[in-house]
């Protein structure tokens, strides 16, 4: 079986946004599969469901609204190269017209016919199961933008790909490291788990959920016993979770910090990313912290050094410790409040960055030796 026949009429912008954010989840080639570079396309009444689906990640897609069906069916069409015609397409209504092994596309004077996938070779996409719980989305994704950056990409170390999602008294804890640093963002008054289980859940897939999140309320989240479902508005996204034991991240939190220096955000923020322009090659930015306030360093070999000197209050024995300008900059991007606190033990242990008017947000970074 190649295809229903589909047929409907669709505004160009609305089509494009659902094309690209349901293209999220195809896989970029197929592989093994060919049929998963496709978009499974289906047409009820006058509503169009748009479905990525890479066996570990599904985004499905709703149109209601700029849709006029004709002839109700489903179809798979080639993902990349339907999401460039329609973008080239001038703005206003296209035509969608699919039978046998083809699809026709049309908008004003121009004119696309396109190959098509085999219907029945596309897998059969995850059902959502489990108990929907109702989350704040701008709650969600606010912490998502803190916490899933610190996660791993590295394949070779599956599990820590991922966050941990563990139910904490009173609430959830999102946790993510990639051993060398460290995110952790409490959200009380959610409760999605009981209390003491946790689930880990692909970065790739939270990062794709943070891109539908925005100009949305609220969000349902279902936990199964393998996936996690998401439904923000018009858009679900299922994922598979990762198995395995994440690490022990509290046992890297040091429980007291001698030395504690406090500094304005902004300041610091425009600071380290003037002084990493001489950071190349790896070369960390050092922070020279004494009662006098901070100096920011940079030294490369044959390019040359900056230096810069800010405002700043410190409590604790003069001590110089280096980072990665990027990882501390990652870190303070994302730190919500205007003031910003580093805490440390020593030059070698990991320090803590955190926002002293909001303690629900922790990151730990480990130090770069320097001689």
Known sequence: KESDGVKFRCERDVLVDALGTAGRATASRGGALPVLAGIRTEL??????????????????????????????????????????????????????????????????????????????????????????????????????????????????????GVLVTAEAGGLRLVATDSYRLAVRDLPGQSVLAEGQSVLVPSRALNDLTKVLSGVGELILRLGERDASFEAGDVRLTTMLIEGDFPNYRGLIPSAHPNRMTVSREALLEGVRRVKLLAREATPVRLAMTTDGLDLVAVTQDVGQAHESLDAKYEGAELTVAFNPDYLLQGIEVLPGDEVTIESVDSLKPALVRSPEHPEFLYLLMPVRVS
């Not at 069409?77 to 973008?87: G, H, K, N, T």
């Not at 029945?120 to 108990?131: H, I």
Request: no cysteine; hydrophobic share 40%; net charge negative.
């Open 44 to 161: 009820r009444g006058d509503t169009l469901t748009l479905t990525g689906h890479d066996l570990e990640l599904t985004i499905s897609v709703d149109i209601r609204e700029g849709v006029k069906g004709t002839e109700d069916g489903v179809a798979v069409l080639p993902a990349r190269l339907v999401s460039d015609v329609v973008r080239s397409l001038p703005a206003g209504a296209v035509e969608v017209e699919i039978d046998g092994e083809q699809a026709r596309i049309t908008a004003s004077r121009s004119e696309f016919t396109l190959r098509v996938f085999p219907v029945d070779e596309f897998p059969r996409v995850p059902e959502p199961v489990g108990d929907g719980v109702t989350i704040d989305a701008a709650e969600l994704a606010a912490a998502l933008r803190q916490v899933v950056p610190a996660a791993s990409s590295d394949d070779a170390r599956p599990i820590l790909t």
